[in-house]
């Protein structure tokens, strides 16, 4: 993961959606069949994290850390919601950068092209034709890096990404990848990067409630592909309602299926 293991998150008083997240378009400015208009439901006035944010998160959190039991896992995401970020809505707004680099991403993948209309082919094999080159350009293209933690781990987030695409589709061409392996890298993308965010406020907690090391880190791998499963789902929901998913840009799509895996999450604690 890379995040560091001292890190105890963000604490009290700091704002739950930074005002850069707003920043970003609902919609794919690239895509002219996209709607950019805002999301009413999510226009709500950003608030101040209250003090013990993640108290109840990290209670649920440490009885699964030390004992494995999926339903204080689900506990904790529900809490993670609810209390950590203030509910589906204010935490699909701060998930606001996942969306628009995957709507960036999931653009160049389709089109072959970068911003700026370069070939993502020739940009990408001048750093040279080893597969390891050809990765980090794609992710340097697709999510320029600024510095930040949210940039760092959505940069990861993408890199791993396409590597478990190459995993999963050995013969896959990255320059002309199909419709189902754009659908997963775009899903997978966005899946770490909730796990990411999730990391950055939470993984201290698993490493230092798990009765060794090597729990911890199991622990932490399943609640990743606890994320991953339940985003996957929330995408094919999405896909399967709409009968013309064309109209609908990456990122929009994105930020649906984020809305919907965190509602879901959010409803473990009712």
Known sequence: MGTSQSSTGPGAGVALVPPWADDVPSGDPTD???DNAPDDSDQTPPREAPPARFRD???SLGSYARNGDSTDLRRALG???RSGYGGTATMTRRLGGT?????RL???????RTPDGASLRDAALASGSDANAVLDAIVDTASPADGTQDKEASRLSIRNALSDLLVRFPDADLFALTEAQRNYVI????????????CLDLQKTVLDKAPDAVTGMRRLRYIREFISEQVSESFRKIRDEN?????????QLTRAALRETL?????YTS
């Open 32 to 34: 002219p069949s996209a």
């Open 57 to 59: 998160t990290r209670r």
């Open 79 to 81: 809490h993670y919601v």
């Open 99 to 103: 969306a628009a680099t995957a709507g």
């Open 106 to 112: 999931g653009t160049m993948l389709q089109s072959g």
């Open 187 to 198: 899903e997978r993308y966005a899946a770490l990067d909730v796990y990411a965010r999730f």
């Open 243 to 251: 009968a013309s998913p064309t109209t609908r840009s990456i990122a």
């Open 263 to 267: 509602a879901v999450f959010e409803e």
